[in-house]
Nanobody
Framework: QLQLAESGGGLVQPGGSLRLSCATS????????VAWFRQVPGKEREGVSC????????EYADGVKGRFTISRDNGKNTVYLQMNSLEPEDTAVYFC????????????????WGQGVQVTVAS
């Protein structure tokens, strides 16, 4: 069974850092993409970043470029999202997601979702 499990959320002050982890299990191939989305109440879920597991190619939303870094450890079947210089506007529930390719992610054609983890940026 394919599963995604997020961890690492919490409360952080503006300007601080957090690292989210997404542990994947059940995938039988390295040819897929893992992405991070986020959602605040009353707004649509938005894509934050994406990584191709086989190639390591990364993509970022404009609002997080230069602050967030996505990476993967294929040996641990885990994808990370390092978030630096956090702003109150980054407060959201962050979801890990998987799709066959990055193009599928860009088209919101997601096959699997994690349960989400809360990130709160506040003084």
């Amino acid at each position: 069974q394919l599963q995604l499990a997020e961890s690492g959320g919490g409360l952080v002050q503006p300007g601080g850092s957090l690292r989210l982890s997404c542990a994947t299990s059940g995938f039988t191939s390295d040819f897929y993409a893992v992405a991070w989305f986020r959602q605040v109440p009353g707004k649509e879920r938005e894509g934050v970043s994406c990584i191709s597991i086989s190639e390591g190619r990364t993509e970022y939303a404009d609002g997080v470029k230069g602050r967030f870094t996505i990476s993967r450890d294929n040996g641990k079947n885990t994808v990370y999202l390092q978030m630096n210089s956090l702003e109150p506007e980054d407060t959201a529930v962050y979801f890990c997601a998987a799709a066959p390719t990055a193009a599928n992610v860009r088209n919101s054609e997601i096959q699997y979702w994690g349960q989400g983890v809360q990130v709160t940026v506040a003084s």
